[in-house]
């Protein structure tokens, strides 16, 4: 626990005689000696244990990668492991593969994390080791020369020859082969169809009520719309926009309307897990001028597969769309996709949901075990909702950032 949760936990770990641990990353000295002043307040006898240590962090789309300075990092593990236990968090970095991504609640924001989950850990996101473990690695020897160490397996990625395009095709043009569409007049949100994660579009027709542009805004959606109008992109708002006045130029007396809703993640840890900013979708709804529009067509996109996708529809330019690649592998090895040029979205390897990518940075790759690889000819399948993309698709050996 941290100071405050320390003090929060008590009476009730007295009541259960539950072992109580902190969460820390620095100054062990301080936070043990916290600790040891709790257990000899009641009597207790427990071991010293911090059950996460911070080696590192995750990162938030549009920052900087955080990075923590090796040899401080080190030195201030052995200072805990000297006074107590420790168990790094994180020890081994990883992947948020597919939507699982979290968000860190600030305010009235949620700032949505990338796919990758290094964390700037002792092994990195493929699991190979990293300055930190080399370091930790020679001081824990000097200090304990008795245990028994071992040189680190170290495995190598590949950059493949690229993949290349072969079919595309609009969302809007394929969304009844992937979505069956539910009718509300009143919008409903993911939850409310057992939909957890992904996207969801909302369809209606609106008649032109006057002569002049019409206004038009949305209510309390979350977390990233687009909207369009007879096809046409008009605009695209992100939490703190959403609400903000949409003007729509009618061609006929009817116009079809497409609101298409991006779950950017949930939060997923402190004050906020069950806030209302967590339902996402339309939210109270869309307005054209003073009323409320009706009468929607709701497609639930939660993107578990990319299996039934209909590329012989056609694809237009500035739509949400599929972007479908092949490559050919005689061997397997680990890989980064390069996803430079590309707006936001995701992608799936042989049907699997690597995970989200975004320009906006900071990282611009995608992490394939090998393990989703086979040999032979293998699918990659982009849906991209900006309309960037590329005729081919490269690979690279090692991660790719972005100067923030």
């Not at 009597?43 to 996460?52: F, V």
Request: aromatic content about 14%.
């Amino acid at each position: 626990m941290v100071h405050g949760e320390l003090v929060c936990v008590q009476v009730h770990s007295l009541l259960i005689d539950i072992l109580v641990t902190e969460n820390f990353g620095s100054r062990a000295n301080e936070n043990f000696q916290m600790m040891q002043a709790f257990f000899d307040e009641y009597g207790k006898t427990w071991p010293l244990m911090c059950m996460e240590f911070w080696d590192g962090w995750f990162n938030r789309w549009g920052d900087e990668v955080i990075r923590r300075e090796p040899e401080e990092l080190a030195q201030s593990v052995m200072d805990c492991i000297e006074l107590g236990s420790i168990n790094p968090y994180m020890f081994h970095g990883g992947t948020n593969f597919g939507f699982m991504n979290g968000c860190s609640a600030r305010c009235q924001i949620d700032l949505s994390q990338v796919t990758s989950y290094d964390y700037d850990a002792i092994l990195d996101e493929a699991g190979n080791p990293t300055q930190k473990f080399y370091i930790l690695q020679k001081l824990m020897m000097e200090r304990y020369p008795e245990l028994d160490y071992a040189e680190p397996i170290v495995k190598k990625a590949k950059a493949f020859e690229p993949a290349e395009l072969v079919n595309r095709v609009s969302l809007f043009e394929t969304i009844d082969a992937i979505s069956e569409y539910h009718h509300s007049f009143y919008p409903k949100n993911m939850e409310q169809f057992d939909q957890s994660t992904g996207y969801i579009l909302y369809k209606t027709e609106l008649e032109q009520d006057k002569e002049e542009v019409e206004r038009f805004r949305v209510i309390d959606g979350r977390d990233w719309i687009h909207v369009f109008a007879d096809g046409c992109k008009v605009t695209t708002q992100y939490q703190t926009e959403i609400g903000e006045d949409i003007t729509l130029d009618f061609k006929s007396k009817q116009l079809d309307l497409a609101i298409f809703v991006e779950n950017r993640g949930r939060v997923n840890y402190g004050h906020k897990l069950t806030a209302p900013t967590q339902s996402k979708g339309l939210g109270r709804g869309a307005m054209a001028d003073l009323h409320f529009i009706g009468n929607w067509k709701i497609y639930p996109l939660p993107l578990e597969s990319v299996s039934a996708l209909d590329y012989s529809k056609t694809w237009q330019e500035n739509q949400p769309a599929f972007y479908r690649y092949t490559c050919n592998l005689s061997d397997l090895s680990d890989t980064y996709i390069d996803m430079t040029g590309f707006g936001k979205g995701v992608e799936f390897v042989n049907n699997v949901n690597i995970g989200r990518f975004w320009e906006k940075g900071p990282i611009l790759y995608l992490y394939i075990p090998k393990g989703y690889l086979k040999k032979g000819e293998n699918e990659i399948v982009v849906f991209e909702t900006e309309g960037k993309y590329r005729e081919r698709l490269p690979f690279s050996q090692e991660p790719i950032y972005k100067e923030i």
